[in-house]
C-alpha cells in the first residue's frame, strides 16, 4: 500500500526567506507524485507533478520539487517566500499505470509567512 | 482553462437524511473520484469511476455511499443516511490523458 509522509506539521518562514517542505513516500516502485495547495476554505490547487524524466520539476507561483529516488522523497522548495504563499500544502502520490488512480495524500504541512 | 464544478458549496442536512453531492467533470475527462477530508484532517480517497463503473474504492466508500454518472455530464456522490461523521469536505476530481488530476473546489457537508 502506498503512503506518504509529511514530517513538519506547521513550518513558520520570514517573508524573503527560502523554504522547503519536505515529503517522503512509501511505494513498492517510482509513483507519481504531486504537490498541491490548499487555502483556508478553498480547493486543492495542483502546485507541480513528477510522471518521469528529470527529477527536478517546476511549478507555478515559483516552486520547483526534486524527486530523490534512493531517499524516496519530493521535497518542495521555494527561493524566497511571498506573505501570499501561506496556506496549507499536501504531498500525493499515485500508482503508477496510466490515467486511472487513486491518489494518496500526506496529512499536510501548514506554513505560515511572518512580514 | 475547462474546471471542474461543484454544487453545492456548502449543504447542512440532518443526521439520517439523504444527500446528493454533484459534480461536472471536464469535458474530456474519462476517470472520476470522490476524496473527502475531515476538518483538520488529511485527504482521503473515496472512490473511483470509469465507464459507469467503481473501479476503485476505500474502506470508507461503505453501503451508505453510491455514485453514478446519471446523463453523461454530472458525476454524484449519494450518502443513503448520514451521520455526524460524515461531516467534511467532499472533492471531485478527473482525470484525463495529461494524467493530472483536477480537482473541484468541494462541498462542505455539514451534518446535525
Known amino acids: 500500500a502506498q503512503s506518504v509522509t509529511q514530517p513538519d506539521i506547521h513550518i513558520t518562514v520570514s517573508e524573503g526567506a527560502s523554504l522547503e517542505l519536505r515529503c517522503n513516500y512509501s511505494?513498492?516502485?517510482?509513483?507519481?507524485l504531486f504537490w498541491y495547495v490548499q487555502s483556508p476554505g478553498q480547493g486543492l490547487q495542483l502546485l507541480l507533478k513528477?510522471?518521469?524524466?528529470?527529477?527536478l520539476v517546476q511549478g507555478i507561483k515559483g516552486f520547483e520539487a526534486e524527486f530523490k529516488r534512493s531517499q524516496s522523497s519530493f521535497n518542495l522548495r521555494k527561493p524566497s517566500v511571498h506573505w501570499s504563499d501561506a496556506a496549507e500544502y499536501f504531498c500525493?502520490?499515485?500508482?503508477?499505470?496510466?490515467?486511472?488512480?487513486?491518489?494518496?495524500f500526506g496529512k499536510g504541512t501548514l506554513l505560515t509567512v511572518n512580514p | 482553462e475547462p474546471e471542474v464544478t461543484q454544487t453545492p458549496s456548502h449543504q447542512v442536512t440532518q443526521m439520517g437524511q439523504e444527500v446528493i453531492l454533484r459534480c461536472v467533470p471536464i469535458?474530456?475527462?474519462?476517470?472520476f473520484y470522490w476524496y473527502r477530508q475531515i476538518l483538520g484532517q488529511k485527504v482521503e480517497f473515496l472512490v473511483s469511476?470509469?465507464?459507469?463503473?467503481?473501479?476503485?474504492k476505500s474502506e470508507i466508500f461503505d453501503d451508505q455511499f453510491s455514485v453514478e454518472r446519471p446523463d453523461g455530464s454530472n458525476f454524484t456522490l449519494k450518502i443513503r443516511s448520514t451521520k455526524l461523521e460524515d461531516s467534511a469536505m467532499y472533492f471531485c476530481?478527473?482525470?484525463?490523458?495529461?494524467?493530472?488530476?483536477?480537482f473541484g473546489p468541494g462541498t462542505r457537508l455539514t451534518v446535525t
Open positions: 500525493a502520490v499515485g500508482a503508477r499505470g496510466g490515467s486511472n488512480y487513486k491518489l494518496t
Open positions: 511505494y513498492g516502485a517510482t509513483p507519481y
Open positions: 513528477y510522471f518521469s524524466g528529470d527529477t
Open positions: 469535458s474530456n475527462h474519462l476517470y
Open positions: 469511476f470509469y465507464n459507469n463503473e467503481i473501479s476503485e
Open positions: 476530481a478527473g482525470t484525463g490523458d495529461s494524467y493530472e488530476q483536477y
